[in-house]
């Protein structure tokens, strides 16, 4: 694998929160602490889900924490003729699929898709990957440790192009980041679950695999995953240094000896020599009571 790169790669679905701090700062201080490049790609693909203004906003936010992309951001919107040409590639090796199911067709299964049982033709079908039975997928998280899922079982035939034509998130992570030679994913443990698929995909359209790292999520203090109203709370960007501390502790880092009133640069600087990797917890994290006002 080349030299590190790594990336924070949000959706545009509102203001920048705590929770999407930790993973810019985490997968910031990862590339920084290997001598690498950070990238920032705007995760815009659903729109019904974006809210208007929030991309530029995150990324004013993500540069007011000295957090700036090392290569002109890419945006998802533009990228639609490289995600069709990987699923023509994919239907054209008979990887993928057409699929007429509907939600309601697949509630027996929970859910899981392992064959077509639609009620009806769609005029609009979805697009799965095939997962064959008895596909098992195991990799070592660099934070979370060994993880193996049982693809088949666990996910099923996975969409790849969605009903309403928009392009489904495993496809275009997957494309993106070969795309943008992500050699280091580094994110929040929600998205653990995500990296079987992604390695799946990878393989059916030989692109290489990154490594994995997954960062721990922030809950409240009944251990909750952090409520709507908490977890879209946004950070403070005029005041910086409260909130990249909390960010630290939750990184379960030592604190940095350094006075309250220094800049942002110089706090990044010394949080890049004391970073350590093998001090990240793995586990749900408590929302810091300085640093993020609630
Ligand atoms: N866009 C995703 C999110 O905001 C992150 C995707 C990723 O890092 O792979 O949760």
Redesign the pocket.
Known sequence: MGAYRG?????P?GDLHFG?LV?ALG?WLFARHAGGQWLL?V?DLDPPREVAGAADRQLAALAAFGLVSDAPVLRQSTRDAHYRSALESLLASGRAFECHCSRSDLAATGGIHRQCVAGARRRDPSIRLGVPTGTRLAFDDAVQGRVVQRVDREVGDFVLRRADGYWA?QLA?VVD?AAQVITD?V??A??LD?VPR?VLLQRALGLPTPRYAHLPLVVDAHGRKLSKSLATLPVDGRAPLPALRAAWQVLGQVPLRLSGAAPVSKWLHAAVDGFDPARIPSGPQPLPTAGVSA
């Open positions: 990336r924070f790669a949000p959706s679905t999407s993973a997968s790609r995760e998130y992570v980041d994913v994110r929040g929600d998205l995500s992604q």
